[in-house]
């Protein structure tokens, strides 16, 4: 799995599965499938839905940026 979420992202959604815990503990128990959703998304830094449209919020390294620009660089030659 390759990491789709990035860190203010994985910030934003530990903020929310705070919240969420605490409304399971006030109101339903049904909040916590939410918090633990938000919560083990957050840690591993892999979202499912995020995969499945082909959304990134990862910022890309330097290696990465180079690797990219020179594929780039290298299809513009061929056509």
Do not use: H, Q
């Amino acid at each position: 799995m390759k990491e789709n979420v990035g860190m203010i992202d994985r910030l934003i959604r530990f903020i929310i599965a705070i919240i969420f815990i605490i409304l399971g503990f006030l109101y339903s128990p049904w909040w916590f499938i939410i918090a633990a959703i938000a919560l083990i998304t957050g840690l591993l830094g892999w979202c499912g839905l995020y995969s499945l449209f082909g959304w990134n919020t990862c910022k890309m390294n330097k290696s990465e940026k180079s690797s990219t620009s020179t594929k780039k660089s290298v299809n513009k030659k061929k056509k």
